[in-house]
T-cell receptor
């Protein structure tokens, strides 16, 4: 799976949009971009994923650049409960032999400030 | 509600005393997996299962066993726990191994081996 690069930490004011960037310049054509978050020591929570088109769900929007080398997760109106570590993960839906494990990097620690 | 359920959530035990952490999912998922999370090391896959009676080692399988006799259950067995297995454990599931759908995680089991 392709490697991802994220900022170590970010702050966001409550009620404002949080924009979390991710670089995945070595992404392959069959690899999807997934975003998860982990609040304290809870289980990683799935947020959104996409291949090349922008995606939106009830939690967030995912913007993928046309060359697919980077993406941005947008939380439109951040709340204090959005304070968490956010992970950007690139993974293929099919890779032949493999464990299909998700490789979690260090992620971005997002702090939402009142 | 679709979910992955782990039990127990917390366990303190002693070296050598066999223990089992249960994992159950109600989504009829074929693929299930166990991870452990340690500070500075991220999440590492222990074992995974592509379907009933099909299991394989992940990156850190030493000291662990698993079984997959039923689709919904994927227990993690520590036959002779040791202090280096003190960790936070997560079970995850996905509809099929070869899929772009996300993996869903349980709430975690914190094990302390004294």
């Amino acid at each position: 799976d392709a490697k991802t690069t994220q900022p170590t930490s970010m702050d966001c004011a409550e009620g404002r949009a949080a924009n979390l960037p991710c670089n995945h310049s070595t992404i392959s054509g069959n690899e999807y971009v997934y975003w998860y978050r982990q609040i304290h020591s809870q289980g990683p929570q799935y947020i959104i994923h996409g291949l090349k088109n922008n995606e939106t769900n009830e939690m967030a929007s995912l913007i993928i650049t046309e060359d697919r080398k980077s993406s941005t997760l947008i939380l439109p109106h951040a709340t204090l409960r959005d304070t968490a570590v956010y992970y950007c993960i690139v993974s293929a839906s099919y890779s032949g032999a493999g464990s299909y494990q998700l490789t979690f990097g260090k992620g971005t620690k997002l702090s939402v400030i009142p | 509600e679709a979910q992955v359920t782990q039990n127990p959530r917390y366990l303190i035990t002693v070296t050598g005393k066999k223990l089992t952490v249960t994992c159950s999912q109600n989504m009829n998922h074929e693929y299930m997996s166990w991870y452990r999370q340690d500070p500075g090391l991220g999440l590492r896959q222990i074992y995974y299962s592509m379907n009933v009676e099909v299991t394989d080692k992940g990156d850190v399988p030493e000291g662990y066993k698993v079984s997959r006799k039923e689709k919904r259950n994927f227990p993690l067995i520590l036959e002779s726990p040791s202090p280096n297995q003190t960790s936070l454990y997560f079970c995850a599931s996905r509809n099929r191994p070869y899929s772009n759908q996300p993996q869903h995680f349980g709430d975690g089991t914190r094990l302390s081996i004294l």
